[in-house]
């Protein structure tokens, strides 16, 4: 079974501190992203990647940066930590296989993160 | 803004009956539409999808009819298990692919006995 892992379930930060979320794949998926799951908001699209060392912003990445040294590992970083951004956050990585209907995002468990 | 809208927000369906959920999208360039189910303490995994060119996926007791007109779609789950309570996201894509999707806000189903 293909396996993302998220390096912590529950974490609590400080504002203002530097947070970094770790998430690793064991099943050598190019893609990869990180989305955030907020109650009546549902999942928002941070940051993704295609490749080791590339990334691209997806809808929210303000206040949030990425790295990608290694093609298992992708890092959420929060440079700043701020209140706002309390959240779950779902690590997910894919392939594709040639076939879209059968593409799909492996999602990890989620780190819920709070800032105080 | 909101582009794929979902509802309803929660829903409670008896043992044995039809739980639908709706989502409308606007933006037309999207063309890959799947739905996940998540349970607590767990990532969504990947239940069922379509491609526009089709109107209706069945897939077991999971249903997707789509409405290209109406830019619409909805999950229908038939004879309705405990085992399926559990919160439900339709998606879209406008790259034919499962990168970039953008979530409806969830359903959280509640089955009862």
């Known amino acids: 079974d293909v396996k993302v892992t998220q390096s912590s379930r529950y974490l609590v930060k400080r504002t203002g501190e530097k947070v970094f979320l770790e998430c690793v794949q064991d099943?050598?998926?190019?893609?990869m992203f990180w989305y955030r799951q907020d109650p009546g908001l549902g999942l928002r699209l941070i940051y993704f990647?295609?490749?080791?060392?590339?990334?691209e912003k997806g809808d929210i990445p303000e206040g949030y940066s990425v790295s990608r040294e290694k093609k298992e590992r992708f890092s959420l970083i929060l440079e700043s930590a701020s209140t706002n951004q309390t959240s779950m956050y779902l690590c997910?990585?894919?392939?594709?296989?040639?076939?879209?209907?059968?593409?799909?995002?492996?999602f990890g468990s989620g780190t819920q993160l709070s800032v105080l | 803004q909101q582009q794929v809208k979902q509802s309803p927000q929660s829903l409670i369906v008896q043992k044995g009956g039809i739980s639908i959920i709706n989502c409308a999208y606007e933006?037309?360039?999207?063309?890959?539409f799947p739905w996940y189910q998540q349970f607590p303490g767990k990532g969504p995994a990947l239940l069922i999808a379509?491609?526009?060119?089709?109107s209706e996926k069945k897939e077991g007791r999971f249903t997707i009819s789509f409405n290209k007109s109406a830019k619409q779609f909805s999950l229908h789950i038939m004879d309705s298990q405990p085992g399926d309570s559990a919160t439900y996201f339709c998606?879209?894509?406008?790259?034919?692919?499962?990168?970039?999707?953008?979530f409806g806000t969830g359903t959280r189903l509640q089955v009862t006995l």
């Open positions: 933006n037309t360039a999207f063309d890959y």
């Open positions: 099943m050598d998926h190019e893609n």
């Open positions: 997910a990585s894919s392939f594709n296989p040639g076939e879209v209907l059968k593409e799909k995002l492996f």
């Open positions: 379509i491609r526009p060119d089709v």
């Open positions: 998606a879209a894509s406008d790259t034919g692919t499962a990168s970039k999707l953008t």
């Open positions: 990647s295609y490749d080791v060392k590339m990334k």
